[in-house]
């Protein structure tokens, strides 16, 4: 079956870049998607990327995927505070089911 | 307007109590959905309703009951929940079931 694998945590010093990375297993995923969640939050769509395209940058974010090692990795430059957030990336299989990895705890120290 | 509503925001119930939860939208979307967040853990698919039609159930309990009045508008019926049932739900929709979905802010429930 499907599985989305993040690394867990990420310090960042405020004003750095961060880079948080995953890994997929469904070959035919057509999206890949990044969502951000804030405590007692909703979650936030924050990019998406199609699976033909190898980058997309969205102002301080940029998504880089590199299909043939099912890998996607979101970066947010100078990073800020409020950036301090749980990041999820997702697959969406061939049913259209989001397909969610474990998570990204991103913390910005100042 | 362009967000997913969730009501309430807080709800606690006992097992025994029968409660709704409420999910709208008004970009037009034709496709919804109920997710269920458990503590430190993603979202995991409950319902994919698709032009008003249950097409995804994702072999849910049966004291969840979903329902999708019209294409804006749905609800999670519960009835004799367990604690083991408290968590974070949240709806969301996409314009048909291969677009972006769109979180609301989550309905989060206690079972005592």
């Known amino acids: 079956g499907e599985d989305v694998e993040q690394s867990l945590f990420l310090s960042v010093r405020e004003g750095d870049s961060s880079v948080i990375n995953c890994t997929y297993t469904?070959?035919?995923?057509?999206?890949l998607y990044w969502y951000k969640q804030e405590p007692g939050a909703g979650l936030q769509l924050l990019t998406y990327?199609?699976?033909?395209?190898d980058m997309k940058q969205d102002q301080r974010l940029t998504v880089l995927l590199n299909k043939k090692d099912k890998h996607l990795s979101l970066r947010i430059a100078d990073t800020q505070t409020g950036d301090s957030a749980i990041y999820f990336c997702?697959?969406?299989?061939?049913?259209?089911?989001?397909?969610f990895g474990s998570g990204t705890r991103l913390l910005v120290r100042p | 307007d362009t967000e997913v509503t969730q009501t309430p925001k807080h709800l606690v119930m006992g097992m025994t109590n029968k409660k709704s939860l409420k999910c709208e939208q008004h970009?037009?979307?034709?496709?919804m959905y109920w997710y269920k967040q458990k503590a430190k853990k993603p979202p995991e698919l409950m319902f994919v309703?698709?032009?008003?039609?249950?097409?995804i159930n994702e072999s849910v309990p049966s004291r969840f009951s979903p329902e999708c009045p019209n294409s804006s508008l749905l609800n999670l019926h519960l009835h004799a929940l367990q604690p083991e049932d408290s968590a974070l739900y949240l709806c969301?929709?996409?314009?048909?079931?291969?677009?972006?979905?769109?979180f609301g802010p989550g309905t989060r429930l206690t079972v005592l």
């Open positions: 969301a929709s996409s314009q048909e079931g291969h677009n972006e979905q769109f």
């Open positions: 469904d070959s035919s995923s057509t999206y």
């Open positions: 990327i199609f699976s033909n395209m």
């Open positions: 997702a697959e969406q299989d061939s049913s259209y089911k989001l397909i």
């Open positions: 970009m037009g979307h034709r496709a």
């Open positions: 309703y698709s032009y008003e039609k249950l097409s």
